[in-house]
């Protein structure tokens, strides 16, 4: 059987969950913080989650995953029609970690945390977000889902990064980053009302407290 490693409040690590859920994949959570130990870094390089344990070994990178789970569960394709079309559905998938996620990534400490991010920092998180939601409501169908008609692994790059993303923007900016791209608080309320990310969801909160202690004991370090 597969096991996934990481924990129910990284976004990334519930990118992989939905698409197992909705492949209908059976796996072992495996419940992991990042780490350096040994022992970790002895099985992923990185130290990072998620990661996946297969018949024939780890693997790591969540873009990798979805393409592996592709592979093995063609059945539900979550990248899907011609060689154009998942090539396109793969570019709004990178478009939202590029330019959405990863940005934002920046001032989670600050959002989230209680932390401090200074004010350049800040000022380009917020000219980043901006322009990477005009992007993606240039590149993207939103009709409804973002690659278009049927569900993608690009809606569930969407969903899980503008969820923080939003949450970074209306704290630090008071900006509603979904209203930047014309469809996006459509499908969001969309992809919210699905039983398996409600059930995600509720994972989330659960583990949210542990969580919470996690990260105060590693900003005291």
């Not at 130290?47 to 297969?54: E, H, M, S």
């Not at 873009?63 to 979805?66: A, D, E, K, L, Q």
């Not at 592996?68 to 569960?73: A, F, K, Q, T």
């Not at 990248?79 to 011609?82: A, D, E, L, P």
């Given at each position: 059987m597969l096991k996934l490693y990481g924990f129910d409040v990284s976004n990334y690590y519930n990118m992989i969950k939905l698409a197992m859920a909705l492949k209908g994949i059976e796996y072992e959570a495996v419940p992991t913080y990042p780490n350096q130990t040994p022992e970790y870094l002895a099985i992923v390089p990185t130290?990072?989650?998620?990661?996946?344990?297969?018949s024939d070994g780890m693997l790591i990178e969540t873009?990798?995953?979805?393409d592996?789970?592709?592979?093995?569960?063609?059945?539900?394709?979550l990248?899907?029609?011609?060689a154009y079309e998942k090539a396109r559905i793969r570019e709004l998938m990178k478009?939202?970690?590029?330019?959405?996620?990863?940005?934002?990534?920046?001032c989670h400490s600050e959002a989230f945390f209680g932390g401090k991010v200074d004010d350049i920092t800040k000022s380009e998180v917020k000219r980043a977000l901006l322009n990477g939601m005009q992007?993606?409501?240039r590149a993207a169908s939103f009709s409804p889902y973002l690659a278009g008609d049927k569900l993608s692994a690009a809606d569930i790059f969407f969903l899980y990064s503008l969820d923080l993303a939003s949450g970074v923007a209306k704290k630090l900016y008071n900006i509603d980053l979904l209203a930047e791209a014309p469809g996006a608080q459509e499908l969001m309320r969309t992809l919210n009302a699905?039983?398996?990310?409600k059930a995600i969801a509720k994972d989330k909160?659960?583990?949210g407290p542990a969580f919470s202690a996690y990260v105060a004991q590693q900003m005291k370090k």
């Open positions: 130290g990072k989650v998620p990661a996946l344990q297969t873009n990798v995953i979805f592996y789970l592709e592979e093995v569960s063609p059945q539900m394709p990248i899907h029609g011609s478009m939202v970690e590029l330019y959405v996620e990863l940005p934002a990534r920046r992007a993606i409501s699905m039983p398996e990310v909160r659960a583990a």
